[in-house]
């Protein structure tokens, strides 16, 4: 049976594979003056930048000088915990004011106008097969987002790339509907997340962002929590008159919702107890629309 990943020893040894060992594979010298970097910020989605092809922008853009002196940058995304995502490798060309650095027309972070560097960086070809797939242990000191070049250790090499984190816990995560959609479209690449929302029935939560309110709803029988999700994804409203109402008369929905499990229930339980629960937190959250 063909395996959907390769796991990999995430503790360094001297036989341990590490970054440098398959970027070199690609032709990458790491003896040239490059670091390591990865993107995790609390004020941004960087994931979704990532998925809107906006990170490459969003990293040029710098408040210190932090890639002076480099030839390389070796760029990575937050994989959940301590681990890291690689998305490319780039070489810095030069660096000028921001303000001289006009934005692109829909780039969404606006304020990037005013930052104090702006670096030219060129995307380099030959480790397309790497990006979103190739993840890293970056260890301990994951507040340092840029570092020297190091051999830190490869965990996994995903059979298909991902853009989203980590499947952790029912009740821990929000998916945003443009998340959701990238699950939904993207079935390999995502294969835990299908996996887990498949295994439950249960209640969860639709919470429109612009105005607060939110929405009940559940799975039940032999339909799972990613069975239903999955009638969100294709159309916004999955064929319930008050969502379908609500994404008619405001244009900036289904985009503003966000998705999350309230209690997961074996998917033997039946309809009525699945509905009584579903109850319970309308009761409990001041709901009037139930999404059956």
């Known amino acids: 049976?063909?395996?959907?990943?390769?796991?990999?020893?995430?503790?360094?040894?001297?036989?341990?594979?590490?970054?440098?060992?398959?970027?070199?594979?690609?032709?990458?010298?790491?003896?040239?003056?490059?670091?390591?970097?990865?993107?995790?910020?609390?004020?941004?989605?960087?994931?979704?930048?990532?998925?809107?092809?906006?990170?490459?922008?969003?990293?040029?853009?710098?408040?210190?000088?932090?890639?002076?002196?480099?030839?390389?940058?070796?760029?990575?995304?937050?994989?959940?915990?301590?681990?890291?995502?690689?998305?490319?490798?780039?070489?810095?060309?030069?660096?000028?004011?921001?303000?001289?650095?006009?934005?692109?027309?829909?780039?969404?972070?606006?304020?990037?106008?005013?930052?104090?560097y702006y670096y030219t960086l060129e995307r380099q070809p030959g480790f397309e097969d790497f990006e979103g797939r190739l993840i890293i242990e970056w260890g301990l000191g994951a507040l340092a987002w840029h570092q020297r070049l190091s051999n830190k250790p490869v965990f996994e090499l995903l059979s298909e790339p991902?853009?989203?984190?980590?499947?952790?816990?029912?009740?821990?995560?929000?998916?945003?509907y443009s998340e959701l959609q990238y699950l939904y479209l993207n079935p390999e690449a995502n294969k835990e997340w299908r996996a887990r929302l498949s295994a439950v029935a249960g209640v969860y939560l639709i919470l429109a962002r612009t105005t607060g309110a939110q929405y009940v709803g559940s799975a039940y029988g032999l339909e799972d929590i990613w069975g239903r999700w999955s009638d969100y994804a294709r159309n916004g409203h999955g064929e319930n008159r008050g969502l379908r109402m609500l994404i008619e008369k405001n244009s900036s929905y289904p985009a503003e919702f966000l998705y999350s499990i309230l209690q997961i229930l074996p998917k033997t339980l039946a309809k009525r107890e699945v509905l009584n629960w579903e109850g319970?937190?309308?009761?409990?959250?001041?709901?009037?629309?139930?999404?059956?």
Request: hydrophobic share 35%.
């Open 162 to 176: 991902s853009l989203l984190t980590p499947f952790k816990d029912y009740l821990e995560f929000t998916l945003t």
């Open 280 to 292: 319970r937190y309308m009761k409990k959250l001041g709901t009037r629309l139930s999404l059956n």
């Open 1 to 116: 049976m063909e395996s959907s990943s390769i796991r990999l020893p995430n503790t360094m040894t001297k036989s341990t594979l590490g970054i440098l060992d398959l970027l070199a594979l690609r032709g990458f010298d790491p003896n040239k003056p490059a670091k390591l970097v990865r993107h995790q910020d609390k004020r941004y989605d960087v994931l979704q930048l990532l998925r809107d092809r906006w990170l490459e922008t969003y990293q040029c853009y710098q408040s210190r000088p932090v890639f002076d002196g480099l030839d390389f940058i070796v760029s990575f995304v937050g994989a959940g915990g301590t681990r890291a995502r690689f998305v490319g490798v780039y070489r810095v060309l030069d660096r000028r004011p921001g303000i001289e650095a006009p934005l692109p027309p829909n780039f969404p972070l606006r304020e990037f106008q005013q930052s104090r």
